[in-house]
Structure formats: structure tokens, C-alpha cells
């Protein structure tokens, strides 16, 4: 079997928050919430990281969050680069400002990636029991087309300072049928889910499931990411510049046409994130909670 990868989807802008989120310290020695998932990771069994950056970014990456890993894990960086795409309609590139989306985003990963990986984002905390889920799965499964997803209820990821763009689950079965890429936000006391695409708002509920973008597949899943990149780059030019390839958008419709399968494995663990600079405190106030508690050491890469 291939060594599992772990690959960190860290090159988002952080319009909401103010800055960049991923590189945003949350505890007195520096650490990241990064660093908090590598260590889950090297815990649970991976072997590799892959983060996934800007490429104006990569001394930040190597002299933080790089040199902390090194000894602990094999590092490689990604770049997620506007220029890489199967388009050549400059003016259209030019115009962009922020990556294309997750979609590219994992597929800048693939000459990294020699087996099975898992999907995360860089601003976020998941616990150690999500890691230990999705390596066994990855371990174990040897179906073609056959992931794994480890969703989290609402209420663990909503933020007290606004909205918040999650994928909505439906699970028949133990099966993800659905994924909703959504905007999430309270309204008169009701929890209201609004399509990204456009399709009809709808309501939620507390425990609803919804994905934080932690996923593990195999190798084939390269195959349908670059097929999700060349249809998008097919649409018009208005659409292409205004609309993003998101992970979840490429799962629906794969799940849709009957392509994969994925099981889904919710787990009883405390999500960790940051929408808004007013998380920080919060985040921080975490983490230090967990330290407390015997989750992780004092200091983390001693």
C-alpha cells in the first residue's frame, strides 16, 4: 500500500476574516491551526503533507509552519497558480483576483500524491478522530471510486459573528447522496441554507450534517477533478470569470451520475475554525482548553 498523504488546501484568501487565516497563530509558541491537523495526521498514519499555497507565500509557509514539520513528516508545496488552467483567455485571467477554487486547488496536489489522501482546509481543527477515520478507511478500502467523508453537525461549525458557507449533506444509508455547497446564516430563529448556485433556500436544522471539507480518497479521484476543471473552462466567459470550481459541486455531480460512492463516517469531535476576526479569541481560548485537558502537549513540536 501507498503511504496516505495528507493534503492541506491552504491557499484561500480569507476575504470574511481580514487576512490570511491559515497563517493566523493560535497558541503562545506560534503554532498554527495547521500544525494542530499535521499532528492529528503523523498521529493517525500519514506519511506526506501537501500544502497547497499561493506561490508569493512560500517563504511564510517554510519559515513557520515548515520548519516545525520538518523530522516529523515528508513536506511538499503546491502552488495554486491562476495561470494553470486549460484556458488562454488572458484577459479573463487578468481579471481574476482570487484561485479558481477547491477543485483546482486539490488537483495542483496530484504530482505529489502517489496513493490514497485526504482533503483538508488549512484554517480548520478536526480532531484526532476524524484523522483515525479517514486513514482506516483509506487503509482498508480497495474499491475503485469508493471515498470517505466525516461531516460535522451545524452547530459545531457555526460562528456567532455571521454567516458561513458549509456543504449541506443528505445521507441515505450511511451513503452521501447530496452535498449543497451554502451560505448559512440565522434567521428569525430559523437556520437558513441558501444554495450557492442559485437553487431555492432552505432550512436546516442544529444537528444537520454538513462537510468542513475533510475527505479521503484514492488516486482515481484525479481523474474526475481534471474532467470537473475542463467542462468549467467550457462555459462562458462571464461565467468562468464570476463562478469557482468547488470540491463539493464536482462530488454532487459524480454522486448524481452514480460515478462514486461515498461513506460517510460523522465523528463526536470539537470542529475548530475561524470565519471572522472576532473567532480568534474563541479559537485560542480552545485550543488552550484542549492543552489543558491532555489533548496535545504544552508544546506541540517538542
Same mark, same amino acid.
Given at each position: 500500500?501507498?503511504?496516505?498523504?495528507?493534503?492541506?488546501?491552504?491557499?484561500?484568501?480569507?476575504?470574511?476574516?481580514?487576512?490570511?487565516?491559515?497563517?493566523?497563530?493560535?497558541?503562545?509558541?506560534?503554532?498554527?491551526?495547521?500544525?494542530?491537523?499535521?499532528?492529528?495526521?503523523?498521529?493517525?498514519?500519514?506519511?506526506?503533507?501537501?500544502?497547497?499555497?499561493?506561490?508569493?507565500?512560500?517563504?511564510?509557509?517554510?519559515?513557520?509552519?515548515?520548519?516545525?514539520?520538518?523530522?516529523?513528516?515528508?513536506?511538499?508545496?503546491?502552488?495554486?497558480?491562476?495561470?494553470?488552467?486549460?484556458?488562454?483567455? &488572458?484577459?479573463?485571467?487578468?481579471?481574476?483576483?482570487?484561485?479558481?477554487?477547491?477543485?483546482?486547488?486539490?488537483?495542483?496536489?496530484?504530482?505529489?500524491?502517489?496513493?490514497?489522501?485526504?482533503?483538508?482546509?488549512?484554517?480548520?481543527?478536526?480532531?484526532?478522530?476524524?484523522?483515525?477515520?479517514?486513514?482506516?478507511?483509506?487503509?482498508?478500502?480497495?474499491?475503485?471510486?469508493?471515498?470517505?467523508?466525516?461531516?460535522?453537525?451545524?452547530?459545531?461549525?457555526?460562528?456567532?459573528?455571521?454567516?458561513?458557507?458549509?456543504?449541506?449533506?443528505?445521507?441515505?444509508?450511511?451513503?452521501?447522496?447530496?452535498?449543497?455547497?451554502?451560505?448559512?446564516?440565522?434567521?428569525?430563529?430559523?437556520?437558513?441554507?441558501?444554495?450557492?448556485?442559485?437553487?431555492?433556500?432552505?432550512?436546516?436544522?442544529?444537528?444537520?450534517?454538513?462537510?468542513?471539507?475533510?475527505?479521503?480518497?484514492?488516486?482515481?479521484?484525479?481523474?474526475?477533478?481534471?474532467?470537473?476543471?475542463?467542462?468549467?473552462?467550457?462555459?462562458?466567459?462571464?461565467?468562468?470569470?464570476?463562478?469557482?470550481?468547488?470540491?463539493?459541486?464536482? &462530488?454532487?455531480?459524480? &454522486?448524481?451520475?452514480?460515478?462514486?460512492?461515498?461513506?460517510?463516517?460523522?465523528?463526536?469531535?470539537?470542529?475548530?475554525?475561524?470565519?471572522?476576526?472576532?473567532?480568534?479569541?474563541?479559537?485560542?481560548?480552545?485550543?488552550?482548553?484542549?492543552?489543558?485537558?491532555?489533548?496535545?502537549?504544552?508544546?506541540?513540536?517538542?
Amino acid at each position: 500500500m501507498n503511504d496516505l498523504t495528507l493534503v492541506v488546501m491552504a491557499a484561500g484568501m480569507g476575504s470574511r476574516f481580514g487576512g490570511l487565516k491559515q497563517l493566523e497563530p493560535v497558541d503562545e509558541d506560534g503554532n498554527f491551526l495547521l500544525d494542530y491537523s499535521v499532528y492529528d495526521a503523523i498521529r493517525a498514519g500519514f506519511k506526506r503533507v501537501v500544502l497547497v499555497i499561493k506561490e508569493e507565500l512560500l517563504s511564510d509557509f517554510e519559515n513557520t509552519v515548515g520548519k516545525r514539520l520538518e523530522g516529523h513528516i515528508d513536506v511538499k508545496y503546491a502552488f495554486q497558480r491562476k495561470e494553470d488552467i486549460p484556458y488562454n483567455n &488572458l484577459s479573463i485571467i487578468n481579471k481574476r483576483e482570487k484561485p479558481w477554487g477547491t477543485t483546482q486547488a486539490i488537483y495542483c496536489s496530484k504530482e505529489y500524491v502517489s496513493g490514497s489522501f485526504a482533503v483538508i482546509n488549512a484554517d480548520d481543527f478536526y480532531g484526532f478522530k476524524a484523522f483515525k477515520e479517514v486513514a482506516d478507511f483509506l487503509k482498508n478500502d480497495k474499491q475503485d471510486y469508493n471515498y470517505v467523508a466525516i461531516p460535522y453537525e451545524y452547530s459545531k461549525t457555526a460562528s456567532e459573528c455571521g454567516s458561513v458557507k458549509r456543504g449541506v449533506c443528505e445521507i441515505v444509508d450511511g451513503k452521501l447522496k447530496k452535498i449543497i455547497e451554502c451560505s448559512i446564516e440565522r434567521k428569525d430563529n430559523k437556520i437558513i441554507a441558501s444554495p450557492l448556485d442559485g437553487r431555492e433556500a432552505f432550512e436546516i436544522k442544529e444537528n444537520t450534517l454538513v462537510s468542513m471539507n475533510i475527505f479521503g480518497f484514492s488516486n482515481d479521484f484525479y481523474e474526475l477533478l481534471k474532467e470537473d476543471i475542463e467542462k468549467f473552462f467550457k462555459q462562458s466567459d462571464e461565467d468562468i470569470l464570476n463562478n469557482e470550481i468547488l470540491l463539493p459541486d464536482c &462530488l454532487e455531480k459524480n &454522486l448524481e451520475n452514480g460515478t462514486i460512492e461515498i461513506d460517510v463516517k460523522p465523528v463526536n469531535s470539537e470542529w475548530i475554525g475561524m470565519t471572522y476576526k472576532e473567532d480568534l479569541l474563541l479559537v485560542n481560548k480552545k485550543i488552550a482548553n484542549l492543552k489543558e485537558e491532555g489533548s496535545y502537549p504544552k508544546h506541540l513540536w517538542e
